[in-house]
């Protein structure tokens, strides 16, 4: 299977319906240790988004990449537009002007996207933020794409693997962002960003495994 256009568009469909189906779920996770609004703010952002595709679908991978970011940029508030802006805004640039992606190019789109929340966050893994899914995400997404997987294989390999850095935030005691501020009260909760990462990457699994 190789990801087009239309598919990437189905894809972040998909992603739109997850966070709107765990909207509830992220906020509370965020008033645990942030600022309570990570889940209306990652919803309203992927609400306008769908609006966006409505009105016109890109016609490539990248455009569609694109407009996701922009759209996010300028619509999500807090650490999250931003960040994921980012990330999407990086695999754009990665996956360049190819109207057609395999598992490799899917798996360099996410190190982009990793590497660009990096960059602008200042974060590294153990800081308990997004980057403890992205990282394991990105490291098993190219052992899948090394071992020649396919689009839908390296996107599932990702999305366990975020999961299970996820999970393993919950010990962490927090280094960036607002839950930083509590010190060791932080330790014992999930990381809001690194549980929507992980439910964006199985959102997207499930879109290309149709």
Same mark, same amino acid.
């Given at each position: 299977?190789?990801?087009?256009?239309?598919?990437?568009?189905?894809?972040?469909?998909?992603?739109?319906?997850?966070?709107?189906?765990?909207?509830?779920?992220?906020?509370?996770?965020?008033?645990?240790?942030?600022?309570?609004?990570?889940?209306?703010?990652?919803?309203?952002?992927?609400?306008?988004?769908?609006?966006?595709?409505?009105?016109?679908?890109?016609?490539?991978?990248?455009?569609?990449?694109?407009?996701?970011?922009?759209?996010?940029?300028?619509?999500?508030?807090?650490?999250?537009?931003?960040?994921?802006? !980012? *990330?999407?805004?990086?695999?754009?640039?990665?996956? =360049?002007? %190819? &109207?057609?992606? @395999?598992? +490799?190019? /899917?798996? $360099?789109?996410? !190190? *982009?996207?990793?590497?660009?929340?990096?960059?602008? =966050?200042? %974060? &590294?893994?153990? @800081?308990? +933020?997004? /980057?403890? $899914?992205?990282?394991? *995400?990105?490291?098993?997404?190219?052992?899948?794409?090394?071992?020649?997987?396919?689009?839908?294989?390296?996107?599932?390999? $990702?999305?366990?693997? *975020?999961?299970?850095?996820?999970?393993?935030?919950?010990?962490?005691?927090?280094?960036?962002?607002?839950?930083?501020?509590?010190?060791?009260?932080?330790?014992?909760?999930?990381?809001?960003?690194?549980?929507?990462?992980?439910?964006?990457?199985?959102?997207?699994?499930?879109?290309?495994?149709?």
């Amino acid at each position: 299977m190789v990801c087009d256009a239309a598919t990437t568009v189905a894809a972040i469909r998909a992603v739109a319906a997850t966070v709107a189906e765990h909207r509830v779920e992220l906020t509370h996770l965020d008033r645990d240790i942030g600022d309570g609004d990570h889940g209306e703010n990652l919803s309203r952002g992927f609400t306008a988004v769908i609006t966006k595709l409505a009105a016109g679908s890109p016609e490539t991978p990248t455009a569609v990449l694109k407009l996701v970011a922009t759209t996010l940029i300028s619509t999500v508030g807090g650490a999250s537009g931003p960040l994921f802006g !980012t *990330a999407f805004l990086r695999a754009s640039t990665s996956v =360049g002007a %190819a &109207e057609t992606l @395999d598992g +490799t190019a /899917v798996a $360099a789109a996410l !190190t *982009a996207a990793r590497d660009g929340v990096v960059a602008r =966050g200042k %974060a &590294e893994s153990g @800081d308990k +933020t997004m /980057v403890d $899914a992205l990282t394991p *995400a990105v490291n098993a997404a190219n052992a899948a794409a090394d071992g020649g997987r396919g689009v839908p294989e390296v996107l599932s390999a $990702a999305a366990d693997a *975020a999961a299970d850095g996820a999970v393993a935030t919950t010990p962490m005691q927090a280094r960036k962002g607002r839950a930083s501020y509590l010190g060791e009260r932080s330790i014992g909760h999930v990381d809001p960003g690194a549980q929507s990462t992980a439910y964006l990457l199985r959102a997207l699994a499930g879109a290309a495994a149709g």
